[in-house]
């Protein structure tokens, strides 16, 4: 079945930097993949979502990519912020039962320094 | 406008007892999606919601069931709580044409099994 990979190690970058976070998929490439955003304790915040047939996206700071040869998505946040700081998800539609579930990696922790 | 929300916050139950957990989605959302979150892992989808049915279930017992009412809130109840049903519970919802691809999150329930 479908895998969603995301880096389980938290991610610790200086205020000011890129962070790159990374999401991996085996198999067969999604229509589309999603980046959430999480805070303790708190529900996701949905944050961009790109298309099979689209290369790159963005939206602000924001940028995510979708390579279907490599099977993997990066998300990257420039300029970061300590108010960065929080789990950030992947999610990708799966085929199941004869419909499609919205499928979550388990996310990768990044941490901004002042 | 107002956000999906969800209730209660924090619920402690016993184990063996029962909890109902509660969602309402967004004006005119028809589909309602339930997940658990359980500490340190991801997003685990336990059921869909939409027009009132049931869409589709992920790989949980049958004591995790719900309904979803003619006004599209959403009920989920856990019978015979074990110790390993405490987690946040999370409920989103989204039009029915747009599938997940625009779905907003509640900020879930905790829910505590002693």
């Known amino acids: 079945s479908q895998k969603i990979e995301q880096n389980s190690e938290a991610l610790n970058i200086q205020e000011g930097k890129t962070a790159t976070l990374t999401c991996n998929y085996t198999?067969?490439?999604?229509?589309?993949l999603q980046w959430y955003r999480q805070d303790p304790g708190r529900g996701p915040v949905f944050l961009l979502l790109?298309?099979?047939?689209?290369k790159e996206k963005r939206k602000e700071r924001l940028k995510v990519t979708f390579d279907t040869t490599l099977k993997q998505s990066l998300f990257h946040i420039t300029a970061s912020q300590p108010a960065d700081s929080a789990t950030y998800l992947c999610a990708q539609p799966q085929a199941s039962g004869g419909s499609y579930i919205p499928t979550f990696g388990r996310g990768t922790s990044l941490i901004v320094h002042p | 406008e107002a956000g999906v929300t969800q209730s209660p916050t924090h619920l402690i139950k016993t184990r063996g007892q029962q909890a109902t957990l509660r969602c309402s989605p967004i004006?005119?959302?028809?589909?309602v999606y339930w997940y658990q979150q359980a500490l340190g892992l991801g997003l685990q989808f336990l059921l869909w919601?939409?027009?009132?049915?049931?869409?589709n279930r992920g790989n949980f017992p049958p004591r995790f069931s719900g309904r979803q009412f003619p006004n599209y809130s959403s009920e989920l109840n856990v019978n015979a709580l074990e110790l390993e049903d405490s987690a946040l519970y999370l409920c989103?919802?989204?039009?029915?044409?747009?599938?997940?691809?625009?779905?907003?999150f509640g900020q879930g329930t905790r829910l505590t099994v002693v």
């Open positions: 198999n067969y490439s999604p229509a589309y």
């Open positions: 919601y939409d027009e009132g049915e049931e869409r």
């Open positions: 790109i298309r099979e047939n689209e």
């Open positions: 004006s005119g959302h028809t589909s």
């Open positions: 989103a919802s989204s039009l029915r044409e747009t599938l997940f691809t625009e779905a907003f």
